[in-house]
């Protein structure tokens, strides 16, 4: 059960990366809330198996830090990254038709 509530922090987490950084419109609503969700469960089973208790509370600050820190690294660097593609996209097709891409 606690799985799912540190999946559902990593994705509520991952929604407020998305809204909080520039370029929110050249990256899909769901992927950065996606890779919150997935960092958080996949450091909250790591730590289990390490044996950290799930009702401890370092377990929780840590899965969530982690999941905050991929959510805002992967909404920094996305959109700029894929600014950039469309830019160099754009200006391939701007020089050499459409039929030729």
């Given at each position: 059960m606690e799985l799912l509530f540190v999946t559902l922090g990593g994705a509520i987490i991952g929604i407020?990366?998305?809204f909080l950084f520039?370029?929110?419109k050249l990256r899909g609503v769901a992927l950065v809330p996606a890779i919150g969700a997935g960092v958080?469960?996949?450091v909250w089973v790591a730590?289990?198996?390490l044996g950290w208790p799930w009702d401890g509370g370092w377990?929780?600050?840590v899965s969530?830090?982690?999941s905050a820190i991929a959510s805002a690294a992967s909404a920094w660097l996305i959109g700029?990254?894929?600014q950039k593609a469309d830019d160099a996209r754009f200006e391939h097709l701007s020089r050499h038709g459409l039929g030729k891409a």
């Open positions: 407020a990366a998305h520039p370029l929110r958080a469960a996949v730590l289990t198996w377990i929780w600050v969530l830090a982690a700029p990254g894929r």
